[in-house]
Every structure is written in C-alpha cells, then in structure tokens.
C-alpha cells in the first residue's frame, strides 16, 4: 500500500521536519490504523469515552507510526516506543535506524509532528477558544510579570495572547522532555506586545535560552502552534500528511 509520506525528502542534520495532519470524524478512516497500533495504543484509544475522540486518537498515533516508519524504513507495526521518567514518549532505535527524535501534539481535528535527527525538539498546537478563565490560569502556570501583562489585555486580545503564550511554553518543555504540570511555570518569556515572547530562561538558568530556539508556526486558521529545539537550527519545512505538497522551507538560519 502507498501512503501520503512516501516523496518525502531526506531528513538532514540540523533540519526539523513539522508534518500536520487534519483528523477526519470517518469510520472508515481508523480501521487500516488501529492495526498497526501497539496493544497499549488500543488500550489507551478504548478508555476514551467518545466516539470522535477514539477515532482521532487513532488517527493521530497511526499517521505517526506511519511518518516515523518510513524515516526509519521499517513497518509501521514494527516500531518500539517507550518513555522517559517524566512520561515524554521516545522511539526505541532499531540496529541501522537513524537516532529519530519526535514530539507530536492534537488538538481538535489537528495532529502535528516535529521529527529531527539527533536532538530533542518538542511541538504544541491549540485550537484557539473563548477562556472565560484565562487570567486564573496564568495565574497558575505563567511567571508574575507574564500574568501582570495579561491583566493589561481583554476579550479577543487577551485569548489570543494567552493560547501563543502556551503553545510556547508547552513546545519548550516538552523539548526539555520533563513533566509539562511541574515546568510550564518554570519557563520565562519577556513579553512584547508586538514581537513574539522571547525566551528568557527556564528554572532561573538563562543559559537555556541561548542554547534553544522556539518558533511560532503558521497554523491552519483558528489554531496556534510552536516548535522548539536546541541550536543549531538549520532549517524548519512543512510536511503535510493528506496533501503531498513539496516541503517548502518556513524558517531558515545562516
């Protein structure tokens, strides 16, 4: 069988890959996925309580078996994961296999995946909503001169700032590959209200931000979303699951 990822280009050093992928609410889009899903993928998929987000949830970890396996040239329902004692999933490199890194996000009918060589790289997408709680919430997991600028914005302005801030946040920590509940708080962001936030440090170590980079992507209409990775960061290009576009660079570094 042919699958959407099959022109894809080479993975290079230095090169993030941002695959994205829409989520349909079809049955007869998760059945030739589910089997090649592991048994505790299924297991996990089973205590979903409904319908759409079993469908998605095997849609999501079956697209990414099936881009990961064909970085790696083996069968989909050959690859091992397991994870990290902060609960961050990672691939269990076969003999020859390349030293794959990943980290994948959904939200609503949106699954993205960043894959690079070599070094950790995490990715967050949010399907952007009203948050009549936004200001509690960054009162809980932003820095207080990050909340006190909240406080500054309203309505649209305010949700909007709110949802960039996170997925920035969230693709950060998960790159450091540690717990997202105990570290979102920990990660600072100077914020600009015209630039996007800059990193400042994470747990008081201002060294972590010039040894990261975190770049806003252009989401589809209605999401946020943001990688993050270790210097140096050669290049970022889409990759896209149903369209088979030719990757195209987003971002590029000198």
């Known amino acids: 069988m042919t699958h959407p990822c099959t022109n894809r280009p080479?993975?290079?050093?230095?090169?993030?890959?941002?695959?994205?992928?829409?989520?349909?609410?079809?049955?007869?889009?998760?059945?030739?996925?589910?089997?090649?899903?592991?048994?505790?993928?299924?297991?996990?998929?089973?205590?979903?309580?409904?319908?759409r987000d079993r469908r998605r949830f095997i849609q999501a970890h079956g697209i990414v078996r099936r881009i990961l396996a064909h970085y790696c040239d083996v069968d989909a329902v050959a690859l091992t994961f397991a994870r990290n004692r902060h609960g961050k999933p990672y691939l269990i490199q076969s003999m020859n296999a390349p030293n794959l890194q990943f980290s994948v996000s959904h939200s609503g009918n949106r699954c993205m995946l960043a894959v690079r060589l070599d070094h950790s790289v995490g990715i967050d997408v949010e399907r952007v909503h009203d948050m009549p709680r936004a200001m509690p919430v960054a009162q809980s997991y932003f820095k207080p001169a990050?909340?006190?600028?909240?406080?500054?914005?309203?309505?649209?302005?305010?949700?909007?700032?709110?949802?960039?801030?996170w997925t920035l946040k969230e693709a950060m920590v998960k790159g450091l590959g540690v717990s997202l509940a105990a570290n979102l708080a920990r990660v600072e962001f100077d914020l600009d209200p015209i630039a996007t936030p800059r990193l400042v440090?994470?747990?008081?170590?201002?060294?972590?931000?010039?040894?990261?980079?975190?770049?806003?992507?252009?989401?589809?209409?209605?999401?946020?979303?943001?990688?993050?990775?270790?210097?140096?960061?050669?290049?970022?290009?889409?990759?896209?699951?149903?369209?088979?576009i030719d990757a195209a660079p987003i971002f590029s570094t000198r």
């Open 10 to 51: 080479a993975l290079s050093s230095g090169e993030i890959h941002v695959w994205t992928a829409r989520l349909v609410d079809d049955d007869h889009a998760a059945p030739d996925l589910l089997r090649i899903l592991s048994q505790e993928e299924r297991a996990r998929a089973t205590l979903l309580s409904f319908e």
């Open 146 to 165: 990050e909340s006190r600028f909240f406080a500054t914005l309203q309505g649209a302005a305010r949700r909007d700032a709110f949802f960039v801030l």
């Open 201 to 244: 440090a994470w747990a008081g170590d201002r060294t972590v931000a010039q040894r990261w980079s975190i770049l806003r992507l252009d989401a589809a209409p209605g999401y946020v979303a943001a990688v993050a990775s270790v210097h140096p960061i050669r290049s970022v290009t889409w990759q896209n699951w149903t369209a088979l």
